[in-house]
C-alpha cells in the first residue's frame, strides 16, 4: 500500500498514521485468513480497482460485517464513513480503536456538515473512501439487492463536492454471517464482491449524481451469484 498522499502531516501525525496501517494491516491479515477457512469467497471485477485514491467506494450495505469483509478484499487500505453510534460504545472507549481503523464518524441524525467537509479533505489524498450508499443497513425492498433500489444523497453530495471518481461496488452474503449455521456447515456460505468500472459523475446536482451512482450499482446485480439477500 502506497502511504497516503493526503495533505502535509505533522511528526506525530505520521506516527499515529504508520500505527494505524499497522493495526489496519494485521486485522485485514487475520480476518481474510478466517473468511477464506468458513466461507466460499467470490470477487469479480477487481480488475476495476485503480492503483490509488483519489477515489469514492460507493457500496450497498447488508450487515455489520460489510466493513470486514470488503476491508479484507480491497486492494488498499481505506477510510470509513461510519456511524457516531459506534465511536459511543462502551461509553466512548472504542473511540480510538475505531479511529486506528480509519473511520469518520457521521452523526445520522442530522446534515453532519462537519463530517462532508471532513470526506471532503480525505478525498483529496490518495487513499479510498468506503460509504455505504443506501445510509445504513437495507435489506428490504429498497435495498440495492431489492425491488425498489433508493440511495441516500450522501454518496452524490461527496461525488459533486470532492469532484473524486466513484467505483461501484455490490455485495452480497454478508447478512448470512449472522448465523454460526453458516460458519460451520460443511456446504460454505458464499460471500461475494462485484466490482464495476469506475467513472465520474456528469451532473452539478447532488440528486442527479445520486441516481448515477445508483444506476451504476443496480447495473452490477446480475454479475452475482446470489440474486436474493443471503
Same mark, same amino acid.
Given at each position: 500500500?502506497?502511504?497516503?498522499?493526503?495533505?502535509?502531516?505533522?511528526?506525530?501525525?505520521?506516527?499515529?498514521?504508520?500505527?494505524?496501517d499497522i493495526v489496519y494491516g494485521i486485522f485485514a491479515l487475520l480476518?481474510?485468513?478466517?473468511?477464506?477457512?468458513?466461507?466460499?469467497?467470490?470477487?469479480?471485477? *477487481?480488475? !476495476? #480497482?485503480? @492503483?490509488?485514491?483519489?477515489?469514492?467506494?460507493?457500496?450497498?450495505?447488508?450487515s455489520e460485517w460489510d466493513p470486514p469483509f470488503?476491508?479484507?478484499?480491497l486492494p488498499w487500505q481505506v477510510h470509513w464513513m461510519a456511524k457516531v453510534e459506534l465511536f459511543e460504545l462502551m461509553g466512548g472507549r472504542m473511540n480510538g480503536f475505531f479511529? *486506528?481503523? !480509519? #473511520?469518520? @464518524?457521521?452523526?445520522?441524525?442530522?446534515s453532519d456538515l462537519a463530517a462532508i467537509k471532513h470526506v471532503v479533505h480525505l478525498l483529496k489524498g490518495s487513499r479510498p473512501i468506503v460509504v455505504f450508499a443506501e445510509g445504513g443497513v437495507r435489506r428490504d425492498e429498497g435495498s440495492i439487492l431489492g425491488a425498489k433500489p433508493v440511495l441516500k444523497e450522501g454518496a452524490g453530495i461527496? @461525488?459533486?463536492?470532492?469532484?473524486?471518481?466513484?467505483?461501484?461496488?455490490?455485495?452480497?452474503?454478508?447478512?448470512?454471517?449472522?448465523?454460526?449455521?453458516?460458519?460451520?456447515?460443511?456446504?460454505?456460505?458464499?460471500?461475494?464482491?462485484?466490482?464495476?468500472?469506475?467513472?465520474?459523475?456528469?451532473?452539478?446536482?447532488?440528486g442527479e449524481a445520486t441516481k448515477e451512482i445508483l444506476e451504476h450499482?443496480?447495473?452490477?446485480?446480475?454479475?452475482?451469484?446470489?440474486?436474493?439477500?443471503s
Open positions: 500500500m502506497k502511504q497516503d498522499k493526503s495533505p502535509t502531516l505533522s511528526f506525530e501525525a505520521k506516527v499515529r498514521q504508520c500505527l494505524s480476518l481474510t485468513v478466517i473468511f477464506r477457512i468458513f466461507f466460499k469467497v467470490r470477487l469479480v471485477g *477487481m480488475e !476495476h #480497482c485503480p @492503483a490509488e485514491g483519489p477515489l469514492l467506494v460507493a457500496c450497498n450495505h447488508l470488503l476491508g479484507c478484499y479511529r *486506528m481503523l !480509519h #473511520c469518520v @464518524a457521521v452523526d445520522r441524525s442530522k461527496l @461525488a459533486v463536492l470532492s469532484g473524486a471518481p466513484v467505483l461501484p461496488v455490490v455485495l452480497n452474503g454478508t447478512f448470512g454471517a449472522y448465523s454460526w449455521r453458516k460458519w460451520l456447515s460443511g456446504r460454505r456460505h458464499i460471500l461475494e464482491i462485484v466490482v464495476g468500472p469506475v467513472f465520474q459523475v456528469s451532473s452539478r446536482d447532488r450499482m443496480v447495473a452490477l446485480k446480475p454479475q452475482l451469484a446470489q440474486q436474493v439477500i
